[in-house]
C-alpha cells in the first residue's frame, strides 16, 4: 500500500512542477518578446540587468559567499561594469571585452574537459568562482544589448538566439531520454549524453537554416549561419555544464527558486551566458554586423 501511494504521489509531483513550469513560462515569455520588440535599447537593457543581477546574486551564493553584504557587493561590482560596458559598447571596449569572453569559455571546455579526466571537482577559491561569474554574466548581457541595438535587425536576432538556444535544450532532453547512452560528462552532469548534443545540434542546423531561408540569405551564408548556430548551442552546453560544476561543488540542486518549477535565474540563463557572445562574434566575423 505504501508503495502504491509513494508510486501514485510521483506522477502528481511531476505535473504540479510541469504545471509551475508552464504557468512562469506563459509569463516570462510574453514579457521578453514585448521588451525585445518594443523597448528600446535602454530599457532594453536595464529589464536584462535585473535578471544579470539576481544571476549575480545566486552565483556569488554558489561561490562560496553565504553573507547579504558580501553577495550585496558582487552585485554592485557587476552592475558598474554593465554601466560601464553600456556607456563604451559602440567602442572597441566591446571587441575586447567579447574577445574575453570567448577566450574564456574555450578555456571553460578545456576545465570541463580536465575535470572529467582527472574525476575531480575543484575550482580553486571562492575568489576564483567569482571572477568566472564576472567573465560569464558581463560579455553576456552586454552580447545580448549590442544585438539588440542593431539598427538593421533589432531584437529579431535576440529573439532567435532565445528561441535557438531553448530548442537546442529541449532536443538535447528530449534525445537523450530517448536514446542516450554515452554519457557526455558523467561527474560533472551524469544526466547529459553525446546523444543529446546530437539532438541539439541537427535541431540548431534545422532551426538556423529555416531563419536563414525566412530572412532571404543565399546558400553560402545559409551553411555559413549555421555553422555559427552549431557552434553557438556547443558553447552553450559549456555554459550549462560549467554551473552544474558549480552547484556540485556547493551540493546544491538549484542555483535558487525564483522561477517557480524552473529553480533560480542561473538555472535558466546558464546556456545563454556562453550562447550570446559566441553567437555576436560569429555575426561579426562572417556577415558584417553592425557594432
Not at 515569455?29 to 532594453?44: C, G, R
Not at 529573439?159 to 530517448?178: C, E, K, P
Request: aromatic share 12%.
Amino acid at each position: 500500500m505504501l508503495t502504491a501511494n509513494v508510486a501514485s504521489a510521483v506522477p502528481l509531483n511531476r505535473w504540479k512542477v510541469l504545471k509551475q513550469r508552464l504557468l512562469t513560462a506563459a509569463i516570462l515569455i510574453p514579457v521578453i518578446i514585448l521588451a525585445t520588440f518594443y523597448f528600446k535599447t535602454f530599457y532594453f537593457a536595464a529589464l536584462l540587468a535585473v535578471f544579470i543581477s539576481l544571476g549575480a546574486w545566486e552565483w556569488a551564493g554558489l561561490s562560496g559567499y553565504q553573507y547579504t553584504a558580501s553577495k550585496v557587493l558582487f552585485v554592485l561590482l557587476v552592475l558598474t561594469l554593465l554601466a560601464i560596458s553600456f556607456i563604451f559598447r559602440e567602442t572597441s571596449l566591446s571587441t575586447w571585452l567579447i574577445s574575453l569572453a570567448l577566450f574564456w569559455w574555450l578555456l571553460a571546455a578545456l576545465v570541463v574537459i580536465v575535470q572529467q579526466r582527472r574525476r575531480t571537482l575543484n575550482l580553486g577559491s571562492r575568489y576564483l568562482k567569482a571572477v568566472i561569474g564576472l567573465f560569464s554574466l558581463v560579455p553576456a548581457w552586454l552580447s545580448l544589448v549590442i544585438l539588440h541595438d542593431n539598427s538593421l535587425h533589432g531584437g529579431l536576432y535576440v529573439i532567435f538566439l532565445l528561441t535557438l538556444i531553448w530548442l537546442a535544450d529541449s532536443a538535447a532532453y528530449f534525445s537523450g531520454h530517448r536514446w542516450g547512452k554515452t554519457r557526455l560528462a558523467s561527474v560533472i552532469s551524469p544526466g547529459k549524453t553525446w546523444e543529446g548534443v546530437l539532438g541539439a545540434i541537427l535541431v540548431s542546423i534545422l532551426a538556423s537554416a529555416i531563419f536563414a531561408l525566412a530572412t532571404g540569405m543565399q546558400a553560402p551564408d545559409i551553411i555559413i549561419f549555421s555553422l555559427i548556430c552549431s557552434i553557438t548551442v556547443m558553447g552553450s552546453i559549456v555554459g550549462d555544464l560549467i554551473e552544474s560544476l558549480v552547484k556540485r561543488l556547493g551540493n546544491v540542486k538549484d542555483s535558487g527558486s525564483i522561477f517557480p518549477g524552473h529553480g533560480g535565474v542561473m538555472d535558466r540563463i546558464d546556456s545563454l551566458l556562453a550562447a550570446a557572445p559566441i553567437f555576436l562574434a560569429g555575426l561579426w566575423l562572417t556577415q558584417g554586423f553592425e557594432r
